[in-house]
């Protein structure tokens, strides 16, 4: 049989064979599922729309798209056009202002 080294207790061991104590840590935040990332359809909500109660997301969708409702919250936000500062005319007004105070 195929031994591999073990990380956990640095020995050798058969692969079909693995000793309990040294299998890896389970991550607590990792689910018991083979995918690592699994969106489920499941919910529990009662629409804003028709006020019924549904346990699908695409069934609950489906209602929003027939009904022609936009359901919002997850877009991204848009840039921000910040207007440019004129330094120009802040140094000049500040120029002027000391000027004529001390005229
Ligand atoms: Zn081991």
């Known amino acids: 049989m195929r031994e591999r080294y073990c990380r956990v207790c640095g ?3 058969q692969l079909d064979q693995w000793p309990h104590d040294c299998l890896p840590a389970q991550n ?3 689910s ?3 995918a690592p ?3 489920s359809d499941s919910i529990d909500i009662r629409s ?3 006020g019924q109660h549904y346990t699908s997301k695409a069934r609950l ?3 929003y798209r027939a009904a022609g409702v936009i359901e919002i919250g ?10 440019k500062t004129d330094r120009m005319a802040i140094r000049n007004e500040l120029r002027r202002v000391y000027a ?4």
């Open 11 to 13: 020995g050798w061991h």
């Open 100 to 103: 004529e105070y001390n005229a």
């Open 74 to 83: 997850n877009e991204k936000p848009q840039p921000i056009d910040k207007p």
């Open 28 to 30: 607590p935040a990792q």
């Open 37 to 39: 990332h699994f969106v």
């Open 48 to 50: 804003m729309h028709d």
């Open 32 to 34: 018991h599922l083979p």
């Open 61 to 63: 969708r489906s209602e």
